[in-house]
């Protein structure tokens, strides 16, 4: 718990909020309406500050001014080397501001200070360099076609790109978005989560101060059905990237109709780890407390249904609980907590209510299962056992620190019922035998497979989801693809 006597032994400073208004056409503004919402500590149940309040107003301004952006001014007329720069200059900022955006990181979502140091703050920086290195390798083809002429491709920005983020990784889900969009030359409005928006605006003053010209990138906090909904309808923005709730990808796919918009979705899942009798029964067990566990269980690619083979059940039961229990929860500034609180109220409540069902449709807790602390929104670290794939602890998404187990016997049997689910984000396998682990990396219908291993992330592979898990890919080249139109170019050459 969060206790005068921990603050005394916080390692790390809890950082000044800079920077709570919106970023349009290069200039830090209040909201049309002069509106302003709260965001707040997880952990103390508190209040850091109050945030502008964009709404449907300020996206017609962000709008029109990335799309002034996108078509005039120094931004097209910049070569592609220079835009790699510029993110380059920009990472190289976030490298020097590592600290303090780390404690922002923690402080608005109350994710553990260790986390934010040691991978988002590290993956962010390498995904801008990553993208920074492929702004000047956009290269088309030149194609031999029929009759005397001459064929190229060009790949184009593809426009003005809407991008809507989620709270669980606040300021690495900017990174995946503004590095393809920036790299290819597109300009950018985005609205990160209600819940999480102050990285996200000291990312903004640090683009500014890395050169990048007004109106390309613009930042519109505020609500989904105000803020978010009018970015997805507005004719003037070219594509949508969402991550989040697949629920909201139906509102806005719906939405975007009218205007054909290029969406692609990143969603949730509900990700199988299948650990075979076979396996390094120590390693499997810490990636599957990792898996599961990390950022409190708010990870779309969560190892949420773990498939452990009957004939090691009992041991890898036994290991994964005495591991779960030791799980350091408490002050997330402090460098030896694990597990930090849940992002707010409705993530908290709707955690414990998948509890309470999974208790009531008859699987075993072995551990957790409650709140943890009177104070912030913890929750202990909770195993259940004897999970049958009907429950809907093994269907729907809980995004929160809930693990799974569900014994099974044939290796066909697994993946048929790894496979009995809507989503496919991603999956892992534990075992010795590389025939097998293969085999079942290449059955299972997921955008990402880990074999012996989970959650290892790269800015150069793709990650996305088959099925209800998303549309499109992230990372990668493939991630750069996204934001680019092809053009076909034919010369008759007599
Ligand atoms: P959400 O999908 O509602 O929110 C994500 C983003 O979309 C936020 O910026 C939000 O303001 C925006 N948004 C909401 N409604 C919108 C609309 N009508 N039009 C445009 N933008 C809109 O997710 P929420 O409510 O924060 O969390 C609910 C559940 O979604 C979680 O419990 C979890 O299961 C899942 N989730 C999955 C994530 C992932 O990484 N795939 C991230 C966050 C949540
Ligand atoms: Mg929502």
Same mark, same amino acid.
């Given at each position: 718990?969060?206790?005068?006597?921990?603050?005394?032994?916080?390692?790390?400073?809890?950082?000044?909020?800079?920077?709570?208004?919106?970023?349009?056409?290069?200039?830090?503004?209040?909201?049309?309406?002069?509106?302003?919402?709260?965001?707040?500590?997880?952990?103390?149940?508190?209040?850091?500050?109050?945030?502008?309040?964009?709404?449907?107003?300020?996206?017609?301004?962000?709008?029109?001014?990335?799309?002034?952006?996108?078509?005039?001014?120094?931004?097209?007329?910049?070569?592609?080397?220079?835009?790699?720069?510029?993110?380059?200059?920009?990472?190289?900022?976030?490298?020097?501001?590592?600290?303090?955006?780390?404690?922002?990181?923690?402080?608005?979502?109350?994710?553990?200070?260790?986390?934010?140091?040691?991978?988002?703050?590290?993956?962010?920086?390498?995904?801008?360099?990553?993208?920074?290195?492929?702004?000047?390798?956009?290269?088309?083809?030149?194609?031999?076609?029929?009759?005397?002429?001459?064929?190229?491709?060009?790949?184009?920005?593809?426009?003005?790109?809407?991008?809507?983020?989620?709270?669980?990784?606040?300021?690495?889900?900017?990174?995946?978005?503004?590095?393809?969009?920036?790299?290819?030359?597109?300009?950018?409005?985005?609205?990160?989560?209600?819940?999480?928006?102050?990285?996200?605006?000291?990312? /903004?003053?640090?683009?500014?101060? +890395?050169? $990048?010209? =007004?109106?390309?990138?613009?930042?519109?906090? @505020?609500? !989904?059905?105000? *803020?978010?909904?009018?970015?997805?309808?507005?004719?003037?923005?070219?594509?949508?990237?969402?991550?989040?709730?697949?629920?909201?990808?139906?509102?806005?796919?719906?939405?975007?109709?009218?205007?054909?918009?290029?969406?692609?979705?990143?969603?949730?899942?509900?990700?199988?780890?299948?650990?075979?009798?076979?396996?390094?029964?120590?390693?499997?067990?810490?990636?599957?407390?990792?898996?599961?566990?990390?950022?409190?269980?708010?990870?779309?690619?969560?190892?949420?249904?773990?498939?452990?083979?009957?004939?090691?059940?009992?041991?890898?039961?036994?290991?994964?609980?005495?591991?779960?229990?030791?799980?350091?929860?408490?002050?997330?500034?402090?460098?030896?907590?694990?597990? /930090?609180?849940?992002?707010?109220? +409705?993530? $908290?409540? =709707?955690?414990?209510?998948?509890?309470?069902? @999974?208790? !009531?449709?008859? *699987?075993?807790?072995?551990?957790?299962?409650?709140?943890?602390?009177?104070?912030?929104?913890?929750?202990?670290?909770?195993?259940?056992?004897?999970?049958?794939?009907?429950?809907?602890?093994?269907?729907?998404?809980?995004?929160?620190?809930?693990?799974?187990?569900?014994?099974?016997?044939?290796?066909?049997?697994?993946?048929?019922?790894?496979?009995?689910?809507?989503?496919?984000?991603?999956?892992?396998?534990?075992?010795?035998?590389?025939?097998?682990?293969?085999?079942?990396?290449?059955?299972?219908?997921?955008?990402?497979?880990?074999?012996?291993?989970?959650?290892?992330?790269?800015?150069?592979?793709?990650?996305?989801?088959?099925?209800?898990?998303?549309?499109?890919?992230?990372? /990668?080249?493939?991630?750069?693809?996204?934001?680019?139109?092809?053009?076909?170019?034919?010369?008759?050459?007599?």
């Amino acid at each position: 718990m969060v206790t005068a006597s921990a603050k005394a032994h916080r390692s790390a400073p809890v950082p000044k909020v800079r920077q709570t208004q919106l970023l349009i056409d290069g200039k830090w503004v209040d909201a049309k309406s002069g509106k302003t919402f709260a965001t707040y500590n997880p952990a103390t149940e508190t209040k850091i500050a109050d945030v502008a309040e964009g709404d449907a107003a300020d996206i017609e301004r962000a709008v029109k001014a990335a799309r002034k952006a996108f078509e005039s001014g120094d931004w097209p007329k910049l070569d592609a080397r220079d835009r790699g720069r510029l993110l380059h200059r920009l990472a190289d900022l976030v490298e020097q501001n590592l600290e303090e955006l780390a404690g922002l990181e923690t402080l608005d979502n109350g994710k553990p200070i260790r986390d934010a140091r040691a991978a988002d703050l590290p993956l962010v920086i390498d995904c801008l360099r990553y993208y920074a290195g492929w702004a000047d390798k956009l290269h088309g083809d030149t194609i031999p076609i029929r009759g005397n002429h001459f064929c190229y491709t060009r790949r184009e920005p593809v426009g003005v790109a809407g991008q809507i983020i989620p709270w669980n990784f606040p300021l690495l889900m900017a990174a995946w978005k503004w590095g393809p969009a920036l790299a290819a030359g597109c300009t950018v409005v985005m609205k990160p989560a209600e819940q999480t928006p102050l990285t996200c605006l000291r990312l /903004g003053e640090l683009a500014i101060e +890395a050169g $990048f010209p =007004k109106g390309v990138i613009n930042l519109v906090p @505020g609500y !989904g059905p105000t *803020a978010g909904a009018a970015l997805v309808r507005h004719p003037d923005v070219d594509k949508i990237a969402f991550t989040g709730e697949y629920r909201t990808a139906q509102i806005i796919m719906t939405e975007a109709a009218p205007t054909l918009k290029r969406l692609t979705f990143e969603l949730g899942g509900k990700s199988p780890n299948i650990i075979f009798a076979d396996c390094d029964l120590d390693a499997a067990v810490a990636g599957t407390e990792f898996g599961l566990f990390f950022n409190q269980g708010q990870c779309c690619c969560a190892g949420s249904r773990v498939f452990v083979e009957e004939k090691i059940h009992e041991a890898f039961v036994e290991k994964l609980v005495k591991r779960a229990r030791a799980r350091r929860l408490g002050d997330p500034f402090d460098s030896n907590t694990t597990q /930090g609180p849940q992002v707010d109220q +409705a993530q $908290f409540d =709707k955690i414990l209510s998948y509890i309470d069902k @999974g208790v !009531g449709e008859g *699987a075993q807790c072995l551990t957790g299962g409650k709140r943890w602390g009177k104070r912030g929104f913890f929750i202990e670290p909770t195993v259940f056992d004897g999970v049958t794939d009907s429950m809907s602890i093994a269907q729907e998404e809980i995004f929160g620190p809930v693990l799974s187990i569900l014994p099974f016997r044939k290796t066909e049997e697994v993946i048929e019922r790894a496979n009995r689910t809507t989503y496919g984000l991603a999956a892992a396998v534990w075992t010795r035998d590389v025939a097998k682990a293969h085999q079942v990396a290449h059955s299972v219908r997921a955008g990402t497979v880990w074999i012996n291993c989970y959650d290892v992330f790269d800015a150069a592979a793709p990650f996305g989801g088959f099925k209800m898990s998303g549309i499109g890919r992230e990372l /990668g080249e493939a991630g750069l693809a996204n934001y680019t139109e092809l053009k076909t170019v034919t010369m008759k050459l007599s």
